[in-house]
């Protein structure tokens, strides 16, 4: 306990994730915090009664079973909910009570492929067709938001079929968010599709602004009532001003992914990256590459593979970069590539189908750099840049794209979690790293898979 309680002053005091593991590395806990050193503290301090405070098993599992902390620094506390949840799905801690139900964090979602797009909130998006926001952390807070949203940009949310040509519409009686201004009625033909398309790009725009304007002008709005002894407005304005700040209170799309909600045959991916790819056949193996440091310290790498498009973590593979150290990611790349592959390149070993590299054209280029000392041109290579999600290709040495795939693109899906697996697997021992230099605590060479649910 005194080792732990000294290394838990060492802890970084910003927000993240903590994981309490065992002697074998195991990780029994996992647990979010506005402050990691505050939070973490709060286990170990000797006046701390658990027993009353987490109950029996917690305190357990503290005195008797913690032997290491993990942590993982996040950029806000709205980050460190959503890595907890998508930690505690994959892991199944044994001694997490909450999260293990299945339940996804709610989207809201603009439907794309309408004559007159409708809003909506949904736990399980559309495959294609569609704009999402989220995940968001609080469905109530996100509930309490749309009608404040509705009120501003007049939008439907009611699941009628509406086509621009269809004329009976103008014979059709709007509901009563019509009367209430609170909607535009394109089901009753009272707004044309134009007029009804800009209000929802003024919705796009502010759903990927952080609302600014929108906030002071309610901020003003609800002084002047105040002064103006209006207290009932105040509140309404202060509740309509709390809704939209709640909005602020979700992760990325593209970066806190939810597997369970955009589930990808992979059989299907695989027939689909055979023919984005224009491979003969589809691939059975791909092994993806990535890189981690920070400002250039304590650097490494990852190989991940995956076999039928499901993760093979016998075959996992992790590099401590030993070329340089300095930040250079291609330098990086160029390293890991050849320390996986040399003995492949000189025909003692079998390449996988597809090699993806975590980056842009240059990371492309410096993987293939890594093949000019061997005398077997490598497989396929092709690297997935974040963000704009564009697909660079490596044939023959000769490097051609950007490639673009539908969002939805079950190729793309696949690709993007052979890309996100590796990113998490270098990162996770990049934090073994940083705990090793900063604590000067010993971990474990490799930590030891969770116990099965």
Known sequence: ???????????????????????????????????????????????????????????????????????????????????????????????????????????????????????????????????????????????????RMQRVFKFRTCNLDLSDGDESRRDFRPCILWNIRQCSAPCAARVTRADYAARIRRLRQFLESKGAAVRRDLEARMKQAA???????????????????????????????????????????????????????????????????LAGGESCGSMVCFIDGKPFKDGYRRYRIKSHDRNDDFASIREVVWRRYRQAGMGEALFPDVILIDGGRGQLSAAHAAFDGLETEPPLLVSLAKKEEELFLCRAGQVSGPVRLARRDPALRLLQSVRDEAHRFAQHYHHILRRRATLGTDAPPRSKRPPKK
Do not use: W
């Open 227 to 293: 002064e103006r002894l209006e207290f009932e407005q105040a509140a309404a304005l202060r509740d309509e001003l709390r809704a939209l700040e709640g909005l602020q209170k979700r992760g990325l799309v593209h970066e806190h992914v939810q597997p369970e909600v955009f589930f990808v045959d992979p059989a299907e991916g695989l027939a689909r990256l055979a023919e984005a790819l224009e491979l003969p056949a589809a691939p059975r193996t791909i092994e993806g590459v990535d890189i981690a440091h």
């Open 1 to 147: 306990m005194e080792r732990l309680r000294e290394a838990v002053g060492q802890l970084p005091a910003g927000p993240g994730v903590y994981l309490f593991k065992d002697a074998k590395g195991v990780v029994l806990y996992v647990g979010k915090a506005k402050s990691l050193r505050s939070r973490v503290a709060s286990y170990f301090q000797p006046s701390a009664n658990l027993a009353a405070s987490r109950g029996e098993r917690i305190d357990r599992m503290v005195r008797e079973l913690v032997e290491q902390i993990d942590v993982l620094e996040c950029d806000s506390e709205v980050d460190a909910l959503l890595r907890e949840n998508r930690l505690i799905k994959d892991i199944h801690p044994p001694y997490n009570a909450d999260l293990k139900d299945g339940k996804s964090f709610p989207y809201l979602q603009i439907a794309t492929d309408e004559d007159f797009p409708r809003v909506s909130i949904t736990r399980s998006p559309k495959a294609r067709g569609a704009k999402l926001y989220g995940p968001f952390v609080s469905v109530a807070e996100l509930r309490a938001a749309l009608p």
